[in-house]
């Protein structure tokens, strides 16, 4: 929605974004391309200091830069949403950075990523970022990689491809490889994620997922309450688990009152939680970050979506999956009926129960 607050706050990014601007001639780059130096050993930071979901999708790009400069040294912000991924990070960063958004810390990191010295600061945020702009124009790396189209003049390469290239958002945050004369279309996109150890697979659990990252994502309690009722009269033999963040408590205790569903309990973090997702059989959720380790894992999964989400470019790839879109912006209007559906048809398709 376009408030007046919100006008005001593009109005000043605008002008800070012009403000910090420098002279560098902009590269514009949509193949593989020898533009620097890229023998020697290179510094390189990513700032992706936005959302856990963001950070899975950008993995392929850090791990076919590590693959083909094995001798590069690279570093990572990350924010508070995604710092828990940083131990994950390790086979492919050396170090990384958390971004807090608090004035004193933000000011303590600014100039110790100064002090690092980068050679490349490579912006995988698609649209203009004031904060990655700032970064950029203090860290003042030789070389300034990043996507977004009008973004600040910071940038020593700009890379893009015609929007009906792009599939899929993995192929787009690959596209900083261009600059390193890497071609993309030959490139593993393979999503992962870390698996936790002694997990064992149930083949009878469904996991259903209440909440997303905002809460409109939130498809309604009563919806749920339908939704369990109907799979576990259906199939009896299914265990329902849900999973919700501690803020969905009271909505949690009237669908546990009102179902057979096992509550998995709440997880200290969400690489902790994913384990559940391991477990399960079929994943339902409205959130657009677990369809991601869903892929990694090669789970099943119905995924209810905005008609905002984009979905043409955030579905899940290369695994069994049945997508359900809000006919406008509230997700509770998608029907139990369209979910139960799809869950089904993914049942009967997947041979996933006898």
Same mark, same amino acid.
């Given at each position: 929605?376009? =408030? ?6 593009? &109005?000043?990014? #605008?002008? %800070? ?17 020898? =533009? &620097? ?10 700032? #992706? ?18 693959? !083909?400069? @094995? ?7 990350? $924010?508070? /949403?995604? %710092? $828990?991924?940083? @131990? ?45 702009? %700032? ?22 390469? #700009? ?10 958002? !993995? ?61 576990? =009269?259906?199939?009896?033999?299914? !265990?329902?688990? !849900? ?11 009237? %669908? ?8 998995? $309990?709440?997880?200290?973090? &969400? ?16 959130? =657009? ?30 695994? @069994?999956?049945? #997508? ?10 998608? /029907? ?19």
């Amino acid at each position: 929605m376009d =408030t007046i607050p919100k006008r005001i706050e593009l &109005f000043f990014r #605008r002008k %800070i974004q012009k403000f910090f601007a420098d002279n560098r001639s902009t590269i514009v780059l949509n193949e593989p391309k020898k =533009t &620097f130096e890229l023998s020697k050993p290179l510094k390189v930071l990513f700032l #992706r200091q936005d959302h856990l979901g963001d950070v899975v999708v950008s993995i392929p790009l850090l791990r076919e830069l590590h693959k !083909v400069y @094995p001798n590069y040294e690279l570093q990572i912000v990350l $924010g508070k /949403s995604n %710092i $828990g991924l940083a @131990p994950f990070l390790h086979s492919y960063t050396t170090k990384e950075w958390k971004y807090s958004k608090k004035f004193l810390e933000t000011i303590s990191l600014i100039f110790s990523l100064r002090k690092e010295r980068f050679d490349v600061v490579i912006d995988i945020h698609d649209k203009a970022s004031l904060t990655s702009t %700032i970064l950029i124009w203090i860290i003042n790396s030789k070389y300034a990689i990043g996507l977004a189209a009008g973004a600040s003049k910071v940038f020593s390469h #700009r890379v893009e491809q015609k929007t009906e290239s792009i599939s899929h958002v !993995v192929n787009l945050y690959l596209l900083p490889l261009l600059a390193f004369n890497i071609d993309t279309e030959k490139v593993n996109s393979a999503l992962e994620f870390p698996r936790a150890e002694g997990v064992v697979k149930n083949n009878n659990q469904v996991l259903v997922n209440l909440n997303g990252s905002q809460r409109s994502r939130y498809w309604g309690t009563k919806n749920f309450i339908e939704l369990i009722k109907a799979i576990t =009269t259906l199939y009896p033999d299914l !265990v329902v688990k !849900v999973s919700c963040t501690k803020d969905y408590d009271i909505e949690l205790q009237e %669908i546990l009152a009102n179902t057979t569903a096992i509550h998995t $309990g709440y997880y200290s973090s &969400f690489l902790s939680f994913s384990s559940e997702i391991e477990k399960s059989m079929v994943v339902i959720t409205p959130d =657009t970050v677990i369809p991601h380790i869903c892929c990694a894992w090669e789970i099943p999964c119905v995924v209810m979506y905005l008609r905002k989400d984009s979905f043409e470019q955030w579905h899940p790839r290369n695994i @069994p999956y049945k #997508r359900i879109l809000s006919q406008n912006e509230d997700i509770s209007t998608i /029907s139990v009926e369209s979910v139960l559906t799809s869950f089904q048809n993914l049942l009967s398709q997947e041979k996933l129960t006898q």
